[in-house]
């Protein structure tokens, strides 16, 4: 196996996979090592790979099916999952950050949840698990980042390149990301009801008058119930015939951002151009104390 490397594991599908690339993107670039990403846990999770719409560099980053750890780093790795039994969320940030340099012995980076300080890799290969969900892992490098993270809109329809033309035109366009589906009886992440987003609506109306909501679901016929009492002039419903890419293209196109808790939505209003968006976030991530730094500073966050 070549030496330097950073590989790492591509978790869940695209908002989960674009933090995991951006963290560990910029470890790799610290320590001056190559990164490979795998997806040997894509079944898992039923999803595929999902980046390839961005201009990655090729140079610097590969993709590989599975991952192939050397005999210490599995050793370490097996050291962690006796650890990790019967832990709870909480527990398992707390024994990463505390055994953080001991597992570092091992070629291991482990973060599941929450931000944990990285620390400078050294010479040899590594292998980093987890979901670093926070953007202070790569704040550093936002410039980067943001170019690294451009669409290749070549890949995408017709449609959607006019479309997102005119959202990025319209200053007064306004994602609306509203996730139903798995999250609905979900105890975790069942966070924003209806309330949150008809106060999270009222608030942007008075900041922007005008408003023209672009609403991004996975129930469309559902949410167009709940959002009746308002003008359908305002209301635009984005066809579900998008790729999961495409639409997060047309979210990042527009404007303002009204937010759900999911990364996909995070990465929405992250990808924008606009530097003046306004971001209405709820008050909280989860529904339990799990480990949480996902909140940027410009953010409005509305009570749910």
Same mark, same amino acid.
């Given at each position: 196996?070549?030496?330097n490397?950073?590989?790492?594991t ?15 993107r ?6 001056g ?13 039923r ?49 990463e ?5 001991f ?12 931000y944990?300080?990285?620390l400078? /890799? ?5 292998? !980093?698990?987890?979901?670093?969900? *926070? @953007? ?5 490098? +936002?410039? $980067? ?13 017709k ?37 949150y ?6 608030? /942007? ?5 005008? !408003?023209?909501?672009?609403?991004? *679901? @996975? ?5 167009? +119930?709940? $959002? ?30 009204i ?30 104390n ?14 749910v």
């Amino acid at each position: 196996m070549e030496n330097n490397i950073l590989q790492t594991t591509l978790l869940g599908r695209l908002g989960n996979q674009l933090f995991i690339y951006a963290a560990t993107r910029v470890m790799a670039l610290e320590s001056g090592k190559k990164l490979k990403l795998t997806c040997d846990a894509m079944e898992r999770f039923r999803a595929t790979y999902r980046l390839d719409c961005f201009n990655i560099p090729q140079d610097q980053v590969s993709l590989v099916s599975d991952k192939h750890l050397s005999i210490k780093q599995k050793i370490g790795y097996f050291f962690y999952l006796l650890k990790c039994r019967h832990k709870t969320v909480v527990q398992i940030h707390e024994l990463e950050n505390k055994y953080q340099k001991f597992y570092h012995r091992f070629g291991l980076i482990l973060n599941q949840e929450g931000y944990i300080k990285p620390l400078l /890799l050294e010479g040899g290969n590594w292998y !980093a698990l987890g979901y670093f969900q *926070s @953007d202070k892992y790569f704040t550093k490098y +936002e410039d $980067l980042i943001r170019k690294e993270l451009t669409f290749k809109t070549d890949m995408f329809c017709k449609d959607s390149k006019m479309l997102g033309s005119k959202l990025r035109a319209n200053k007064n366009s306004v994602c609306l990301h509203i996730r139903r589906g798995d999250y609905l009886n979900d105890p975790v992440f069942a966070v924003c009801d209806i309330n949150y987003y008809n106060k999270a609506i009222d608030k /942007l109306l008075e900041l922007i008058p005008n !408003a023209e909501f672009f609403v991004f *679901s @996975d129930s469309i016929d559902e949410v167009r +119930e709940f $959002l009746a009492k308002y003008c359908d002039n305002y209301f635009h419903y984005i066809d579900v015939k998008y790729t999961d890419q495409e639409s997060l293209y047309l979210g990042s196109c527009c404007n303002n951002f009204i937010m759900t808790n999911s990364t996909f939505s995070w990465w929405m209003q992250y990808l924008s151009d606009n530097p003046n968006k306004i971001v209405l976030a709820p008050n909280r991530w989860y529904n339990t104390n799990n480990p949480c730094d996902i909140y940027q500073d410009n953010w409005m966050i509305i009570e749910v």
